[in-house]
C-alpha cells in the first residue's frame, strides 16, 4: 500500500511541475486583431511581423496562447494580417511557421503554391473584401509537385495542377549548369525559386483587383521559400541563387 501511495504522490508531484512549467503570465494576451487595428497597419508593418513570428518559430521561442479565448473572440468577426499561399506539404504548418494564431492570417494551400481561378479568388477575398495587407506566396525545399512536375508525371487532375509549374521549369533551365532532373537539389530549388516567381506573376497579371490594391500602396504581393531544416523563411528580397 506505502509503495503504491508513494507512486501516486510522485506523479502527482511531476504533474505539478509540468503545470508550475506554464505560468499565467507567460501567455500572451489573447488579442484578435480589429477592423480598426487591422485598417492602421501598412504592408511593411505585416511583412516585419511575419519575419519576426518567423524568427521565434525557427529559433523554438514558443508563443503560448489561451486558444479557447481567441476562439471565442473570433467567432465575431476576422481581420486577418496577411493571406499566405502555400503548399499542400504537410511539413510546412503555415499558422505555426509564423508563430501565428487563430484569427491572424488567412493559409490558402495548393499542391505546389500555383494560382488558379479558385485560389485567386480567394486571395481577391482575403484582401479586397477582409483587408489583408500583403499576399505571401510560399514555396518550400524538396517540392514533391515541382518534382513531379520535373518529371512530367501525367496522373488525373493532377495533371493540370503540375502544368502550372512548367514556366518555372522552363525558366530554371536556362542558364542553369547540372543535371535538370528532379534528382538535382540544386535545380530542384532552382525550380522552386522561378515557381513563386510566376505564381506571383499570375496574380498581377489575372487579378485587376489585386493589382491595382498593389499598385495604390494598399497591399504588397511577396515571395518567400521555407526550409525544411531550418524552420526559416526566406523573402524572396533577401534570397541569393
Not at 165 to 173: G, L, T, Y
Request: proline content about 3%; charged content about 30%.
Amino acid at each position: 500500500m506505502k509503495k503504491y501511495l508513494s507512486i501516486f504522490l510522485l506523479a502527482l508531484l511531476v504533474s505539478s511541475c509540468k503545470v508550475a512549467l506554464v505560468d499565467k503570465k507567460d501567455i500572451i494576451p489573447n488579442h484578435v486583431l480589429s477592423k480598426e487595428e487591422q485598417e492602421r497597419l501598412t504592408p511593411d508593418e505585416v511583412i516585419l511581423d511575419l519575419k519576426q513570428g518567423n524568427e521565434a518559430f525557427a529559433s523554438e521561442k514558443l508563443t503560448i496562447r489561451n486558444t479557447t479565448q481567441r476562439m471565442r473572440e473570433a467567432a465575431l468577426g476576422q481581420y486577418p494580417e496577411a493571406v499566405v499561399l502555400s503548399c499542400i506539404d504537410s511539413r510546412v504548418p503555415v499558422e505555426d511557421v509564423f508563430n501565428k494564431a487563430i484569427g491572424d492570417i488567412f493559409v490558402a494551400r495548393v499542391a505546389g503554391n500555383i494560382v488558379d481561378e479558385d485560389i485567386l479568388g480567394s486571395l481577391e477575398y482575403s484582401c479586397k473584401v477582409s483587408g489583408s495587407k500583403v499576399v505571401v506566396v510560399l514555396g518550400h525545399e524538396y517540392c514533391g509537385a515541382i518534382k513531379s512536375s520535373i518529371d512530367g508525371v501525367k496522373l488525373g487532375h493532377i495533371t493540370a495542377v503540375l502544368e502550372k509549374i512548367d514556366p518555372a521549369i522552363d525558366e530554371a533551365k536556362k542558364d542553369f549548369d547540372g543535371p535538370t532532373t528532379s534528382k538535382n537539389p540544386e535545380f530542384v530549388d532552382q525550380v522552386c525559386y522561378f515557381n513563386v516567381l510566376n505564381s506571383m506573376k499570375v496574380i498581377r497579371e489575372n487579378s485587376p483587383i489585386l493589382k491595382e490594391m498593389e499598385d495604390l500602396g494598399q497591399i504588397k504581393i511577396v515571395g518567400a521559400i521555407y526550409d525544411l531544416e531550418t524552420g526559416k523563411v526566406t523573402f524572396l528580397d533577401e534570397q541569393k541563387i
